[in-house]
């Protein structure tokens, strides 16, 4: 007789893969494809939409030292365009079909050199600091707050919330002018501003990777150190509330031991909402990171848009926003779908 062929047995990774690559993936997609569409749209309108323009702004400018001749009136409005660029709907293909090449036009006040070039000097440094800040203060804050909230009421949780909270208030800049009055001004440990030394090549070499990051300190533990307390209170109350879950409580009643029944069962489960926070808190410590780059003064986006805003560099402006918007997209994206593979009930299989 032969033998009945069995199904391969479905794990639960295997689930969420299918669910990634199926029906709920094609729904996500289209949902932040339209999404980064909108972000587009509104980053081309808005600047249309202001009083002025970037020729407007430079011949200002260029009034203030002299007349201008309507030669050169004409030369500035054909490089930055302005009152006669055409119609609305022509500068939109125009602009959808300079964002594919990767043309934002010329930057004002980097002129001239193309705004895309002058976003991307800016755009490592950022990502890279903001990125790796905010990966350490939500791990640390959500093993510290589901620390806390196993013991609620304990010496653990007594010090760490209260704490927290005093932290959470304290808005992003204060933080960073007090490292910077402390370490940088007070004790000398560490550099006051910039992304590097003045005197170091940059390259991947030993030299400016360490000069790089001894600048990156001070940012970066400002960041930690503002986001972190909001993860660990979030973290702290979601474990709290269920570690009286039935689940939980059988899985204590079967002597599994405290590591265990705390990551596999009262951590999982508590640390879905903070997934879905972090996604959605991405574009608040973007925009904090952004003053901490100011008081810095770190070579990043938030230094390249205080700059723009100075020189009322339009074009400039307009391509930090739209790459600020798409990278918010993109990670709330990566944060969904980790949702996905955490949560079983999210796994739409059909």
């Known amino acids: 007789m032969a033998a009945r062929a069995t199904a391969p047995a479905r794990t639960p990774v295997s689930g969420a893969l299918r669910a990634l690559t199926g029906s709920v993936a094609a729904k996500r997609i289209a949902f932040y494809l339209v999404a980064g569409w909108a972000a587009i749209t509104l980053n081309f309108l808005l600047p249309r939409l202001m ?43 125009s602009y959808l079909g300079g964002l594919f090449r990767g043309d934002f036009g010329l930057s004002i006040a980097f002129y001239p050199t193309p705004v895309t070039d002058v976003v991307i000097s800016g755009f490592w440094w950022t990502v890279i600091l903001v990125g790796s800040a905010t990966v350490i203060a939500f791990v640390v804050g959500t093993v510290l707050g589901a620390i806390a909230g196993w013991r609620p009421g304990q010496r653990f949780d007594s010090i760490a919330s209260p704490l927290s909270i005093f932290v959470h208030s304290v808005p992003y800049f204060w933080i960073a002018l007090i490292l910077a009055f402390v370490f940088a001004f007070q004790w000398g440990w560490l550099p006051l501003a910039g992304g590097a030394g003045r005197n170091v090549e940059p390259g991947f070499t030993a030299a400016f990777i360490g000069s790089a990051l001894e600048h990156a300190v001070l940012p970066a533990a400002t ?44 951590a999982r489960n508590a640390i879905l ?45 307009q391509g930090l926003f739209l790459v600020i918007s798409l990278t918010v997209l993109a990670i709330n994206f990566i944060a969904d779908s980790i949702y996905v593979l955490l949560d079983p009930r999210t796994r739409e299989v059909s």
């Open 51 to 93: 009083p002025g323009d970037p020729a407007s702004a430079i011949l200002l400018k260029m009034t203030e030292l002299g007349p201008v001749s309507p030669q050169r009136e004409a030369v500035v409005h054909r490089l930055f365009g302005g009152a006669n660029s055409g119609p609305l709907w022509d500068q939109y293909v």
């Open 223 to 266: 960041i930690v150190l503002t986001s972190i307390s909001g993860w660990l209170i979030h973290m702290r109350n979601m474990t709290a509330s269920v570690i009286n879950e039935d689940y939980v409580l059988l899985a204590r009643a079967k002597g599994l031991p405290n590591s265990r029944v705390i990551s596999g069962y009262a």
């Open 273 to 317: 909402p903070s997934i879905s926070g972090f996604a959605v808190s991405i574009g608040m410590v973007v925009g904090g990171s952004l003053l901490t780059e100011l008081v810095f003064n770190y070579p990043g986006l938030g230094s390249l848009l205080n700059q723009a805003i100075l020189n009322l560099d339009y074009p400039l402006m």
